[in-house]
């Protein structure tokens, strides 16, 4: 299915999209190819979206060094003693700071909802200041710090751009709808290797922000869901990022892109290591198909609004009804709760931008 892969001898089962030209300065080369290849990537990544929510970008922005940097930095970590880890587990949150994702170290296994099979290092939010990181590796927080800045700055809103330009949408119309974003978040994991008794990983979930950026190891173990209902493992690509669409910009986009399903399956032969940032929304934000997709008419609205924070609410209830793993799929669709029976042969195509 993918076309242009970084390394044209290999192909994948999933789209690798170049984004260079989207860093290339006007007027040192050809500006009509780069407006070319730009086009080709926007529509390459429409029909990632369409179709499963998930594709591979290269030349995105964060150099190689930055990113072997912060695996290794991640790997050393947690080679280190549970005493020590421990020791950076979550605090509450600093009183006036606002609400976010519990930050520090988490062994999985310590949690009711585990299977043993993690442990994970968890950073943001943005700008609060209030972190606490490890002093083991001495260089942690450093290196942390500056790949979080790279996905804030440079990463998150180039792809809020595509995904904008790829739905046809008003130029910027998706940043400023996420002008009052207050936190994104970043989570370092380590996935235990697989027993021939035991599967190690996580279970199939859609993620519930915009989207996620995923930075994984040469050591493979992710699978997403293809639009033909097969689960297509996402072969490691040297210094790519995996793209994954969650669900607010399915709700935004009218269901005309998806959230898509994912997991992580570890392999025997090797620990996994992993990063994950998470580009959010703020929690008051009222999530709705964009008029500018439904011709402004209720009829075309497959999804009724809500605010955010419902919806997380709603979320983490499900994920406590369905505690049994093999349950996931009861609470990859919560977004459905919010479903509406809107004719899709009536909705208007994601048009191409010019
Ligand atoms: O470790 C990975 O590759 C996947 C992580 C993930 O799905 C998540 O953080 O939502
Ligand atoms: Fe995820």
Request: hydrophobic fraction near 40%; include cysteine; charge should be negative.
């Amino acid at each position: 299915m993918a076309h242009h892969a970084a390394d044209p001898n290999q192909d994948h089962d999933f789209e690798v999209i170049d984004l260079s030209p989207f860093f290339t300065t006007p007027g040192a080369g050809d500006d009509l190819v780069v407006a070319k290849e730009k086009e080709e990537a926007i529509r390459r990544i429409r029909e990632a979206c369409s179709d499963s929510g998930m594709f591979l970008i290269v030349n995105h922005g964060i150099p190689a060094e930055v990113l072997d940097e912060t695996l290794a930095v991640a790997r050393e970590f947690f080679a280190g003693p549970d005493e020590e880890k421990l020791k950076w587990s979550p605090r509450p949150p600093e009183p006036g700071a606002a609400a976010t994702m519990p930050m520090g170290y988490v062994n999985q296994a310590a949690m009711e909802f585990a299977r043993n099979n993690s442990e994970v290092f968890s950073m943001g939010p943005t700008g609060s200041g209030s972190a606490v990181y490890p002093t083991d590796p001495t260089r942690f927080r450093e290196v942390m710090e500056r790949t979080f800045e790279y996905f804030v700055k440079t990463v998150a809103p180039l792809i809020e751009t595509l995904i904008n330009d790829a739905l046809g949408l008003p130029p910027d119309l998706l940043h400023r709808y996420n002008s009052e974003r207050q936190w994104d978040v970043m989570l370092a994991y380590h996935y235990f290797k697989s027993t021939e008794s035991k599967k190690v990983g996580s279970f199939p979930h859609k993620d519930p922000n915009l989207f996620t950026v995923l930075l994984q190891d040469d050591v493979g173990g992710l699978e997403f869901l293809r639009g033909d209902g097969r689960w297509i493992p996402v072969s490691p690509v040297p210094h790519s990022l995996v793209v994954n669409v969650g669900d607010v910009v399915q709700v935004l986009s009218n269901g005309e892109f998806k959230s898509v399903a994912h997991r992580v399956v570890s392999p025997r032969e090797k620990d996994r290591y992993s990063l994950a940032f998470g580009y959010q929304i703020g929690g008051e934000k009222w999530v709705e198909p964009f008029a500018e997709l439904t011709g402004e008419s209720e009829a075309m609205n497959r999804f009724q609004g809500f605010h955010y924070h419902e919806f997380l609410q709603l979320l983490g209830e499900n994920y406590k009804l369905h505690l049994d793993p093999n349950d996931a799929f009861a609470i990859m669709d919560v977004v459905n709760h919010y479903a509406l029976p809107a004719s899709p042969v009536n909705l208007p195509a994601a048009t191409a931008p010019n």
